[in-house]
């Protein structure tokens, strides 16, 4: 089992940069497929990008790719979102989410059994 921390969010406007970190505890975190979702008030979760246990694979949602990039640190059990050109449409709470896989290509909530409690990004025009 894997607790999740978010952090780095907050209020930043269009064109900005935001870095959010997840920090994970419990055993075995490079069992762990990760991925970073995000909720927009008003509307459902969904997927921004994924990293397989390795960081070998990645994969981002079509909204967000080349501006947004995901990273992992497995010596340190965090992972990162690197949030570049900020618009805002990108305003949402952002979570964070684990599950045990070794695979790749994890898109849906429902796959992921962990979560953190989130934190909001707020882009003002």
């Known amino acids: 089992q894997v607790q999740l921390g978010e952090s780095g969010g907050g209020l930043v406007q269009a064109g900005g940069t935001l870095r959010l970190s997840c920090v994970a505890s419990g055993r075995f975190f490079d069992s762990y497929q990760m991925a970073w979702f995000r909720q927009a008030r008003g509307k459902e979760r969904e997927f921004v990008a994924q990293i397989t246990w390795d960081g070998g694979s990645t994969y981002e949602a079509d909204s967000v790719r080349g501006r947004f990039t995901i990273s992992r640190d497995n010596a340190n059990d965090m992972v990162y979102l690197q949030m570049n050109s900020l618009k805002p449409e990108d305003t949402a709470v952002y979570y964070c989410?684990?599950?045990?896989?070794?695979?790749?290509?994890?898109?849906?909530?429902?796959?992921?059994?962990?979560w953190g409690q989130g934190t909001q990004v707020i882009v003002s025009s």
């Open positions: 989410a684990a599950v045990v896989d070794y695979g790749s290509g994890l898109r849906f909530p429902d796959e992921y059994d962990y």
